[in-house]
């Protein structure tokens, strides 16, 4: 029987992993060890001797030449998070050893929550909000709502994410633009997109919806030159990351053009500074990076490694394998 172990940060354990996923792999595993931190197994990499495999997610460890060495056994990593960016390292590319994560599970609710504040705003939800407060009565017209029906949503970045927002917009009347180099016009199209440029975005989109992973090139990619061309009442939203976006510049934008709405789930720093502007800018939404996995939903990431799982000791091809050609354009 293969023998694992899991090394992850103990908090989220039992969330990643939930009982009845971990009841299931150490049906189909041999679990010789208590779970680890990755801390406690620094103390002792003696343990990783036996190990074929490692059951892991955040906190985890990294995969240098240190642990490869007390690991001559390790054949594979099944990592129950996102990013394998600061885990993986060039002596683990070397020794083959095979890398997956549930970064398509953890795009679920990131998708489900952009996709609620999609339709949210195209009814102008967030305007309304805030003008409500304001003052404290309601609106006398509400026929200027652009809504769903024959609205334009740009998507920047077919990332795992922007792919499953734009299969999740199918159900809707909606016409959807997106922005990547990486992409062709064919594969886009399978996916009901048009690629335009990422001015084209920002100037025909009623909805702007950023996905990019976070790379150098990507680094402050959107800033005033962008959004100060957004249509008249359009809005913005941010699951990816805080530091694609200028902040200072995006401030500057919006207090100018009060009629854009901002939705931002993450910043850069997150949370923002206590003394930001995000803070009491009305036009500025922030949410505390709930769009990932949080609570129950920790629990698809480990139930898509317990799959992974199955098909390696089955010896069948895994579904969402990580490869080193790719692995420079991943978030």
Same mark, same amino acid.
């Given at each position: ?149 024959? #609205?334009?949503?740009? &998507?920047? +970045?077919? %990332?795992? =994410? ?5 299969? @999740? !917009? ?26 335009? #440029?990422?001015?084209? &975005?920002? +100037?025909? %989109?009623? =909805? ?5 992973? @976070? !790379? ?36 500057? =934008? ?78």
């Amino acid at each position: 029987m293969v023998k694992g172990l899991y090394v992850m940060n103990q908090a989220s354990f039992e969330l990643v992993y939930p009982k009845a996923v971990r009841k299931e792999i150490e049906t189909l595993s041999d679990i010789y060890k208590q779970p680890l931190t990755n801390q406690q197994l620094q103390q002792d990499l003696s343990v990783l001797h036996e190990a074929e495999v490692i059951f892991s997610g955040w906190g985890g460890p990294k995969l240098d030449q240190t642990l490869l060495n007390a690991a001559p056994n390790l054949k594979a990593f099944f990592y129950a998070a996102g990013s394998l960016k600061h885990t993986v390292t060039k002596a683990a590319w070397e020794r083959d050893i095979l890398l997956t994560n549930a970064v398509k599970a953890n795009a679920v609710p990131v998708a489900e929550y952009t996709l609620s504040q999609i339709l949210f705003c195209l009814k102008k939800g967030w305007t309304f909000t805030r003008s409500i407060r304001r003052n404290k009565q309601y609106p006398t017209k509400t026929n200027d709502v652009s809504g769903a029906f024959g #609205s334009t949503v740009g &998507i920047v +970045s077919l %990332s795992t =994410v922007g792919r499953m927002v734009c299969e @999740l !917009l199918k159900s809707f009347d909606v016409h959807v633009i997106a922005y990547d180099p990486y992409i062709k016009a064919g594969e886009a199209a399978k996916l009901g997109v048009k690629l335009c #440029s990422l001015e084209e &975005i920002f +100037s025909r %989109s009623d =909805v702007v919806s950023l996905h990019p992973p @976070l !790379l150098e090139e990507t680094k402050a990619m959107i800033g005033k030159e962008l959004i100060s061309q957004m249509r008249p009442s359009a809005s913005m939203i941010n699951t990816s990351r805080g530091a694609i976006i200028k902040e200072a510049e995006m401030v500057e =934008v919006l207090r100018e053009r009060t009629d854009i709405t901002v939705v931002l789930d993450v910043t850069s720093p997150e949370p923002p500074h206590a003394d930001s502007p995000l803070y009491y800018l009305e036009n500025v939404i922030l949410t505390p990076h709930l769009a990932g996995s949080v609570g129950k939903e920790c629990g698809r990431m480990g139930s898509y490694m317990l799959e992974e799982f199955k098909r390696y000791i089955n010896h069948e091809p895994l579904r969402w394998q990580i490869k080193e050609e790719f692995f420079h354009i991943l978030a």
